[in-house]
């Protein structure tokens, strides 16, 4: 066989030279995509972390948490949960990367466990107050049982499975309203990935909670807060869903109405299965 001329040879990009100008020698290897960058494309973050011009450019505008590998996970997750929560609209307008949903879902559910751990401790701490409540109505004396340690208790040891129902049931109900009002403009697993990081709202539990003990105050604390998640909730759907706010509220309203039967039923089952452990007394 006869070599081919320098003139037929075909060019190689050397792997020692810069991936976007091969006439230069690199200088560092990026962090994300692991191309040779060289000094004038190259990026060093503050976590110590190599991005090329590439890489550079197409950080802005994307969701913090999905930028771990440059920020680091502690920096990703504190500035995904302020954003969610001092920023929604221009949070959920950001650009999402990652196709893979695991690490999406571990961030809600790692939300999840914290407000449930909080949740439950408060509930421990305000224990005496709330059986006592309990025992000064008759109806509620016979549902002590829930208010006692060990109910508590249970209640986090079942939360990590609570969230995964709540959250793919609850994108569910979204799937079917959008589609019903003609919103739905992008999949199931984006639905998904908004409502967990919706979730984001979670870490003010540990804060919120106790407040929801203060006498009359503290329930209208608790709807209150209930109400902003909601919000923040619809915003995150409506965002990454490519729909106005009109639009999503609208599939709020059919979603609503879809969840409350779907807890009439469960509820109802559930009323079904201890009404022979409650008995109402004569007034």
Do not use: K
């Amino acid at each position: 066989m006869i070599p081919p001329t320098p003139i037929d040879a075909p060019t190689s990009h050397d792997p020692a030279s810069c991936a976007a100008h091969p006439d230069r020698p690199g200088h560092a290897t990026c962090s994300r995509c692991q191309r040779v960058a060289c000094v004038a494309c190259t990026h060093v973050l503050a976590t110590g972390a190599v991005l090329c011009a590439s890489c550079e450019s197409e950080r802005d505008g994307v969701i913090p948490w999905e930028q771990r590998r440059e920020l680091g996970v502690v920096r990703a997750l504190v500035r995904t949960v302020a954003g969610v929560i001092t920023r929604p609209h221009a949070f959920f307008s950001q650009r999402t990367r990652e196709r893979a949903l695991a690490p999406t879902v571990a961030l809600g559910l790692l939300l999840h466990l914290v407000a449930a751990a909080s949740s439950t401790g408060w509930n421990l701490v305000f224990a005496e107050q709330t059986r006592a409540q309990m025992r000064a109505d008759p109806v509620m004396r016979q549902l002590l049982w829930a208010a006692s340690d060990e109910a508590f208790l249970a209640q986090l040891a079942v939360a990590p499975l609570l969230f995964f129902v709540s959250t793919f049931v609850a994108a569910s109900f979204w799937w079917i309203a959008l589609r019903a009002v003609g919103g739905l403009r992008r999949p199931y697993h984006v639905i998904v990935r908004a409502l967990c990081y919706a979730s984001a709202t979670a870490a003010l539990v540990p804060i919120v909670t106790p407040l929801t003990f203060v006498g009359p105050l503290g329930g209208a604390i608790g709807f209150a807060f209930g109400v902003w998640s909601t919000w923040i909730q619809i915003v995150a759907v409506s965002r990454m869903q490519g729909i106005e706010a009109r639009r999503g509220a609208l599939a709020f309203l059919l979603w609503l109405s879809l969840a409350t039967m779907f807890a009439c039923v469960l509820f109802t089952m559930l009323a079904a299965t201890f009404a022979s452990q409650i008995r109402i007394p004569n007034v």
